[in-house]
């Protein structure tokens, strides 16, 4: 294309490398700052009342659909790994 | 920074890590755009199936999002991501029967010649963001998005006759851009 082709061919290899990942990928990591809120507020609840962290670590998703929240499972995901165990 | 129109293409990453950390959903949502090419093309090259790579994927922004304020250096981000998704693709590899770990001196190399690759490609995307927004945009499309000159020609109402040579000015302004910043010369070959 220019007076050294190869570098242009070399560049147009590496731009293939890198295909956007799909969209739904994407903005689904985007929301993970509504899902950090939601999953802070479940674990300060869960600080707040023994009774509910007590039913959280025995049946999460149970726990969440009785507290009113959706068992999302990015939700779940999260408040799993930063629940302590027992 | 206030999320309102934003030209995120102007913006370190160690000011988008910056911005995260002060609790900016935008600054989140470009750091998200910026590394998700990045970090797909690292369970790419560990060829996981397509349900453990959006695993992997949706793991490795829920630990960057969870663990940000522990990263010692901004400037590092890059190299911290790239480790982690490693890190994650291996342990995805590790738990499956189908998809063993690469483990002849063969797959070894062939998966870090991919990463290496990987690597190099994500230094020419730093170079390309100092383009201007309609390089980057016909560069994008036609060699990371695979479209033909008439699918560009039609989405950016440019006739498909001229696509050819804008695409070859823009390739030229990006190598002056990459081997500005790098001095390296993608000529090498060298992943």
Not at chain 1, 2 to 16: A, F, K, T
Not at chain 2, 58 to 71: S, W
Not at chain 2, 168 to 181: N, P
């Amino acid at each position: 294309m220019n007076e050294n082709p190869m570098d242009e061919v070399r560049l147009s290899e590496l731009l293939r490398e890198l295909p956007p990942a799909p969209e739904a990928w994407v903005r689904a990591a985007q929301e993970r700052p509504a899902i950090a809120r939601a999953a802070d507020q479940v674990l300060e609840l869960a600080e707040a009342d023994a009774q509910f962290r007590r039913e959280l670590i025995a049946d999460l998703e149970e726990a969440l659909r009785a507290a009113g929240h959706e068992p999302d499972p990015r939700l779940v995901e999260t408040l799993r790994r930063r629940l302590p165990e027992g | 920074m206030t999320g309102t129109a934003m030209d995120w293409a102007s913006v370190s990453d160690a000011e988008v890590v910056r911005a995260c950390r002060a609790g900016e959903d935008a600054a989140w949502r470009e750091l998200v755009e910026r590394f998700s090419r990045y970090v797909f093309a690292i369970t790419r090259a560990h060829r996981l199936d397509e349900t453990d790579a959006e695993d992997v994927f949706q793991e490795t922004f829920a630990r960057i999002y969870e663990h940000l304020g522990r990263l010692r250096d901004d400037e590092a981000i890059r190299p911290w991501i790239g480790q982690l998704t490693r890190r994650l693709c291996i342990d995805r590899l590790r738990a499956s029967v189908r998809d063993p770990v690469p483990d002849t001196s063969q797959e070894r190399g062939e998966l870090d010649r991919s990463l290496a690759a990987v690597d190099e490609a994500v230094s020419v995307q730093e170079a390309m963001r100092t383009l201007s927004a309609d390089c980057r945009e016909i560069l994008d499309r036609f060699f990371c998005r695979d479209q033909s000159y008439n699918t560009i020609g039609e989405l950016l109402d440019l006739p498909p006759g001229t696509i050819a040579s804008r695409i070859s000015r823009c390739l030229g302004k990006l190598r002056v851009a990459y081997e500005g910043r790098s001095g390296a010369s993608p000529a090498s070959g060298e992943a």
